[in-house]
């Protein structure tokens, strides 16, 4: 199996590049360069975003969505000639990464990009080409998903003015013993049919349980294996609670390392490869059949189970995956929770609530791969604009519907149980509380 342990050893060797990724980040401030937009998705995007969020990074935002609206935010929310644009992808080939490349290329300069990722990837290739300020290596031998104490974590905190060498120290004291020792507990609960585990940081940390989701969902959910985790209030069922955090922001860098050992045994205890996502490709080849079919082409749409079918056809131990393909907005968010409790409160099980295509980077390993217990309610929505790609020859939107329809086939290629629900506005969502 091809070596990817090289996240044991973050901690020493990002101390050692600390001060060339603060110096960086002294130069990019002082060209007057005041906002950095991380466009990644999966632990590319999740480890900068619970940084910035626990910290108060009001100069750092994360775009990891290809809906069009939350692309034209990203676009809006800072001067654009004033943003550094941080394209972080390991394979240099994320498809969402790529397509927010093309689109700010083509309204800022090259020097305001910067890449990280794979020595040799064709996104380093690409980089070079186009002239970008920077290239830096991403680990070869770390996943995305336990990249946290590398550059993928850590070149944003110190763009971000954190003090990611305290960050780095701190996680240098994690008991590793004590981590392994966690995920066997982990284990002997998922063996004893508590597969479901209820994430609760206390508040400072909150961002937290979103990466230890994608951490836990991909790493577990393979061979008709794996831990759901939940986020936030979903919690129905026999579960296991991990309210066990520590509430100083300072201890991020030990969180991560704790739960990275502990997610490693837990599946060294399942009998899975802790460090591979077989499931993911899958939605992503249908992904790009759907795009394939020329623009206004019929194309028969999946058949799925109605809502209320979806509904009868829940098991005891089963959890409902609400997955929301629209802009990640704050009032979205509020309206899919409703809907999200209304169905956990009908059904009794267990819930999780994820945003397309964020989600296929995260728990859609799990999904796929992991037990069939899933309940998947995917809802889409017509987009109140669209934005081209340059150079991709298609848009926002239609990649966003191509990436929904292919996780849809996907899930059903499993014997998954599926309802696509399509609504006109994405607000319109709220239907799903009354039914």
């Known amino acids: 199996m091809e070596n990817r342990l090289g996240w044991t050893r ?47 990074a009001a100069g750092m935002d994360v775009l990891d969505s290809t809906d069009p609206a939350a692309v034209a935010h990203a676009e809006r929310a800072h001067p654009l000639d004033r943003t550094l644009f941080l394209i972080v992808s390991k394979s240099g080939s994320t498809v969402e990464t790529l397509a927010a490349y093309h689109y700010f290329a083509a309204r800022a300069q090259p020097g305001q990009f910067v890449a990280v990722t794979d020595p040799g990837s064709g996104l380093e290739r690409l980089a070079r080409e186009r002239g970008f300020r920077a290239v830096f290596p991403h680990p070869a031998d770390v996943g995305g998903r336990y990249a946290a104490l590398t550059v993928v974590g850590m070149l944003p905190a110190a763009l971000a003015g954190i003090d990611g060498a305290m960050l780095l120290k701190r996680a240098a004291d994690t008991d590793v013993e004590a981590a392994r020792e966690f995920g066997r507990t982990l284990a002997i609960g998922a063996a004893a049919g508590r597969d479901k585990l209820a994430l609760r940081p206390p508040a400072p940390v909150t961002g937290l349980a979103a990466w230890v989701e994608q951490l836990v969902a991909e790493s577990s959910g393979k061979n008709g294996s794996g831990v759901v985790p939940l986020v936030g209030d979903g919690v129905g069922g026999d579960v296991q609670v991990v309210d066990d955090f520590s509430a100083d922001p300072l201890d991020l860098g030990r969180e991560f390392l704790r739960w990275e050992y502990a997610t490693w045994e837990l599946c060294r205890q399942l009998g899975v490869n802790a460090f591979d996502q077989p499931d993911v490709e899958e939605a992503k080849v249908m992904a790009r059949a759907e795009l394939a079919t020329p623009a206004g082409a019929p194309r028969e749409a999946p058949r799925t189970m109605s809502p209320e079918e979806l509904r009868r056809a829940a098991r005891p131990g089963d959890y409902l995956a609400l997955l929301a393909y629209m802009p990640p907005r704050e009032d979205l968010v509020a309206i899919l929770e409703k809907v999200r409790r209304a169905w ?84 319109d969502v709220a239907g799903l509380e009354r039914l």
């Open 10 to 56: 973050a901690v020493p060797d990002s101390l050692a590049l600390w001060p060339e990724w603060t110096r960086f980040a002294t130069s990019i401030r002082r060209d007057g360069l005041d906002r950095v937009l991380v466009c990644g998705m999966g632990g590319s995007g999740l480890a900068p975003a619970v940084l910035a969020r626990t910290f108060g």
């Open 344 to 427: 956990g409160r009908a059904l009794g099980v267990a819930t999780t609530l994820g945003f397309g295509p964020r989600y296929l980077h995260s728990t859609g390993q799990l999904h796929k791969g992991g037990p069939n217990t899933g309940l998947f309610l995917v809802v889409t929505a017509d987009p109140a604009q669209d934005l081209e790609i340059p150079t991709m020859g298609t848009t926002f939107g239609r990649l966003e519907r191509a990436q929904a329809i292919g996780d849809v086939r996907a899930l059903l290629a499993r014997g998954r149980r599926v309802c696509h629900v399509h609504v006109r506005r994405p607000e």
